[in-house]
């Protein structure tokens, strides 16, 4: 199966049934984060496209049901699954930060990590978050890995975050994947009235799939977010 994971950031409610619907045209996975609805609306990505499955999860729950609602949505994350794939797929798990799917001997992992900061507390919450991904990873014996999401940190040897997930991908033999020199942009964040500008999405590969791995690459196409997509074919 050629998977074509693109992460984009749905920022803007009434944008999302036309650049999901785009996506859908070219891509047979989809990992999404940003998305923002509440669980009442999640509805409205299930319904985006009937040619495909969809798993999502909402992180307004405990907003929405507690008092009034300050400032705008937060959080979310979905994967959307062409059905000729979505046949053979399986919910392994389905929580805030990360959604774990397996197809056939493929298991397909969106995350969308923390802001990352010299927090103990953040440094405590990353470091679970691998530890849970690590301990479904060893549940499925002999699985191949496409991870892939929002990590919220530049690749860098003097970044801790990238420090803790090489010693990851090391033990669970995944490869972090480099911007192919054709992808039109080095970043996937920008934002331009500060012109700031980085690269913070990002895939990891089973090293045994990299060598079928054509293309990683920035979408700089219809989006509007300050959020570029990144590809993978």
Not at 73 to 101: C, H, T, W
Not at 190 to 197: A, F, G, I, M, S
Not at 200 to 225: E, K, Q, Y
Request: contains cysteine.
């Amino acid at each position: 199966m050629h998977s074509r994971p693109y992460f984009v950031d749905w920022a803007l409610e009434h944008l999302l049934y036309c650049i999901v619907t785009d996506l859908c045209e070219h891509y047979d996975v989809i990992f999404c984060q940003e998305h923002w609805p509440s669980p009442d609306f999640l509805y409205k990505i299930d319904v985006v496209s009937t040619d495909f499955a969809c798993f999502s999860k909402s992180s307004t729950k405990t907003a929405v049901t507690g008092w009034v609602l300050l400032g705008r949505p937060f959080g979310g994350i979905s994967v959307l699954i062409r059905n000729q794939y979505a046949s053979d797929a399986k919910l392994i798990a389905l929580e805030k930060r990360f959604i774990v799917i397996s197809i056939n001997n493929l298991l397909l992992i969106n995350v969308y990590l923390p802001n990352c900061d010299s927090t103990e507390e953040y440094k405590s919450n990353f470091l679970d978050k691998l530890c849970a991904v690590g301990e479904i990873i060893d549940q499925q014996q002999n699985a191949q890995v496409a991870l892939g999401g929002y990590f919220n940190f530049v690749f860098c040897e003097t970044n801790w975050s990238y420090r803790m997930l090489r010693e990851f991908s090391d033990e669970y033999k995944i490869s972090p994947m480099p911007l192919s020199p054709s992808s039109p942009t080095g970043y996937s964040y920008c934002q331009k009235t500060l012109q700031h500008h980085s690269l913070i999405d990002h895939f990891c590969i089973s090293v045994d799939m990299v060598p079928a791995v054509l293309r990683v690459s920035i979408d700089a196409g219809n989006n509007l977010s300050d959020y570029l997509p990144d590809e993978c074919f």
